[in-house]
């Protein structure tokens, strides 16, 4: 085990309150697609919400902002990394034995099983769905070959899933992620602690540091090495700024004109239930992604921002009918994905003119949407906003990751 501790702040905040604590695990070769499946499943089950237990004892200890735990499966040896964001020095000591209690009652007590289930049916959906977003597709493929193929691996390891998923499920009901979660968090002789420590003047103290070590070498250089420097960054900076010849412009792959077709394709569309309904009867592969959208052109510029954040907490909170926790289970069992957003939509035709919609959108296999639709509606009309310190938890956590942003 070792720690690392790297200076870094922002100035104007209080770096009392800024600490981060970054624990990484090796949990394998990346020859062992069950075993990363796994812990991508553990992550989400130990932090995949503020409900998760791993994410609770941190939080209503009162330790933390944020407890983040991920999983990076495209290296030699695969990783698991948990971030403690935002506490204060005193606090670290709580902070590493609430862990270890936490991650050992789970071993021993056991982890909640059907919550095992429903990240893996999650999990599942989400590799058959392969919605990789603007990526084209092939891409995607190239990146899960070469993650394996960079090392020797099999290339189509990502790529086949159905024996693999048979083994999770078979993991979960001999008691396989307790075991894998001593073996990869708990009793890991292979990690490594690094601790964020806020510094103000630490930016402009490298900097100083910099120049001095700069100077010192320069001052030691003789003059013929520095001229050769010089030379070596012209002639860098004059290859740049040349323009290429014509034959390296024509060993550059491109598409002409005559190879893109004249017309779009066509998408089918039909309006039902009286024009309340646009309906594309797409092959999806037993897939549907309905799409609510709500009139919120009425809002102020002052409600806006709230808007925003009640997009961001809508599913994070319990319902009239169900628990924070509960309500988690049963959007991972129940559907791919589920959001909402704030979307401005053009009116056909004209660029100019638009409203304002809240798109509440979401992913779900063709014989569980009546199910995921009742569950859409419990979170539109039945979620509770009376814990405030649940609310302010999740305020604080999208400030923070819109800082990360930026």
């Not at 990394?81 to 936490?102: G, H, K, V």
């Amino acid at each position: 085990e070792t720690q690392l501790h790297v200076r870094d702040g922002r100035a104007g905040e209080d770096a009392a309150v800024r600490m981060k604590l970054g624990l990484g695990y090796v949990i394998g070769s990346c020859q062992d697609v069950t075993a990363i499946l796994a812990a991508q499943i553990l992550s989400d089950v130990l932090c995949g919400s503020n409900h998760a237990p791993l994410c609770r004892a941190i939080l209503e200890g009162g330790l933390a902002e944020d407890v983040i735990l991920s999983c990076g499966d495209d290296t030699l040896q695969p990783w698991l990394l948990l971030q403690i964001q935002n506490f204060r020095e005193e606090d670290l000591p709580a902070i590493r034995d609430t862990i270890r209690s936490t991650l050992a009652s789970l071993c021993d007590g056991g982890l909640d099983h059907t919550q095992l289930e429903a990240s893996l049916v999650s999990l599942e959906f989400r590799l058959r769905e392969r919605d990789f977003g603007t990526m084209p597709r092939g891409l995607a493929f190239t990146f899960d070959i070469l993650s394996s193929w960079l090392y020797d691996a099999d290339p189509a390891a990502r790529l086949s899933f159905s024996p693999v998923f048979a083994q999770l499920h078979e993991m979960i009901a001999q008691g396989g992620f307790e075991r894998l979660l001593r073996q990869m968090m708990l009793e890991n002789p292979h990690m490594a602690e690094v601790l964020l420590v806020p510094s103000e003047t630490y930016d402009a103290e490298r900097q100083a540091r910099l120049q001095k070590e700069m100077a010192a070498q320069l001052a030691a250089m003789p003059q013929a090495r520095q001229d050769e420097i010089v030379r070596a960054q012209q002639a860098l900076l004059a290859m740049q700024q040349t323009l290429d010849s014509e034959q390296a412009l024509a060993t550059i792959p491109h598409i002409a004109l005559r190879d893109i077709p004249r017309e779009p394709a066509v998408v089918p569309s039909e309006l039902l239930e009286d024009g309340a309904l646009l309906y594309h009867a797409i092959w999806t592969d037993g897939i549907v992604y309905p799409v609510f959208y709500f009139d919120v052109c009425d809002l102020t510029a002052q409600e806006l921002p709230y808007a925003s954040l009640l997009s961001a907490v809508l599913a994070q909170l319990p319902t009239e009918r169900c628990g924070a926790a509960e309500l988690q289970k049963q959007l991972r069992l129940q559907m791919g994905s589920f959001s909402v957003s704030l979307a401005p939509c053009a009116h056909y035709g004209s660029a100019q003119d638009y409203r304002l919609l809240a798109a509440v959108s979401c992913s779900v296999l063709e014989e569980n949407l009546p199910r995921a639709v009742d569950l859409a509606a419990q979170i539109l009309t039945q979620t509770q906003f009376t814990d405030h310190g649940k609310l302010l938890e999740l305020v604080r956590q999208l400030r923070e990751g819109a800082q990360q942003q930026i």
